[in-house]
């Protein structure tokens, strides 16, 4: 199946930039290892049929606009440190609660961000995408490189620390901002 095939058509970037988009986040994941990389890969194979299963409910529900929706606002919840949205929406299909594990909270920001950008929420991807000519190459100075995962070196684990507290403190933010449009969509 292509990307063209996979890919639901209410997808809000072009096709060209979630096929980009998704390429990178795998490739991004085997580079660095990085929690925030599974996230988005989880959220890219639930959107192209290769896992079956939403995200953050483990629901079998179809691959929908409305469910992505849920998806990106109880994976934020759990960014941003309040999972008991998540635990709530799980309880519903009887599931377990969430289990919050190290790396949790930056898996489920790899999540949101992901469902959050196709869904036309937010437009800014998760990962800086490079410039790409009209025949798919990538126009010069636009690259984007990955650093290999160097967990024993303190500077890399000084920057991942830094990037991490970062935008996790943005998902706190967006959560606090928009806490009643959350709760509505999840029904209660």
Same mark, same amino acid.
């Given at each position: 199946?292509?990307?063209?095939?996979?890919?639901?058509?209410?997808?809000?970037?072009?096709?060209?930039?979630?096929?980009?988009?998704?390429?990178?986040?795998?490739?991004?994941?085997?580079?660095?290892?990085?929690?925030?990389?599974?996230?988005?890969?989880?959220?890219?194979?639930?959107?192209?049929?290769?896992?079956?299963?939403?995200?953050?409910?483990?629901?079998?529900? %179809?691959?929908?606009?409305? $469910? /992505?929706?849920?998806? !990106?606002?109880? +994976?934020?919840?759990?960014?941003?440190?309040?999972?008991? &949205?998540?635990?709530?929406?799980?309880?519903?299909?009887?599931?377990?609660?969430?289990?919050?594990?190290?790396?949790?909270?930056?898996?489920?920001?790899?999540?949101?961000?992901?469902?959050?950008?196709?869904?036309?929420?937010?437009?800014?991807?998760?990962?800086?995408?490079?410039?790409?000519?009209?025949?798919?190459?990538?126009?010069?100075?636009?690259?984007?490189?990955?650093? %290999?995962?160097?967990?024993? $070196? /303190?500077?890399?684990? !000084?920057?991942? +620390?830094?990037?991490?507290?970062?935008?996790?403190?943005? &998902?706190?933010?967006?959560?606090?901002?928009?806490?009643?449009?959350?709760?509505?969509?999840?029904?209660?």
């Amino acid at each position: 199946m292509t990307w063209a095939q996979a890919t639901p058509a209410w997808v809000v970037p072009s096709l060209v930039e979630f096929k980009t988009y998704g390429r990178m986040a795998f490739r991004l994941e085997e580079i660095t290892g990085c929690w925030q990389a599974v996230g988005q890969c989880a959220a890219v194979c639930w959107l192209v049929g290769l896992n079956c299963t939403t995200p953050m409910t483990d629901s079998r529900d %179809p691959v929908t606009v409305e $469910a /992505a929706q849920r998806e !990106a606002w109880l +994976a934020l919840g759990v960014a941003a440190g309040y999972p008991a &949205a998540t635990d709530h929406a799980r309880a519903r299909l009887g599931l377990p609660p969430f289990r919050v594990v190290a790396g949790s909270r930056w898996w489920a920001h790899g999540v949101w961000r992901t469902l959050s950008w196709v869904v036309g929420d937010r437009a800014d991807p998760p990962i800086a995408l490079p410039v790409l000519a009209e025949d798919g190459s990538v126009c010069p100075g636009t690259q984007v490189y990955a650093m %290999p995962r160097q967990p024993d $070196a /303190a500077w890399w684990r !000084a920057c991942e +620390a830094k990037r991490e507290r970062r935008e996790l403190a943005e &998902a706190c933010q967006a959560w606090q901002a928009n806490h009643l449009l959350a709760v509505d969509l999840d029904g209660n």
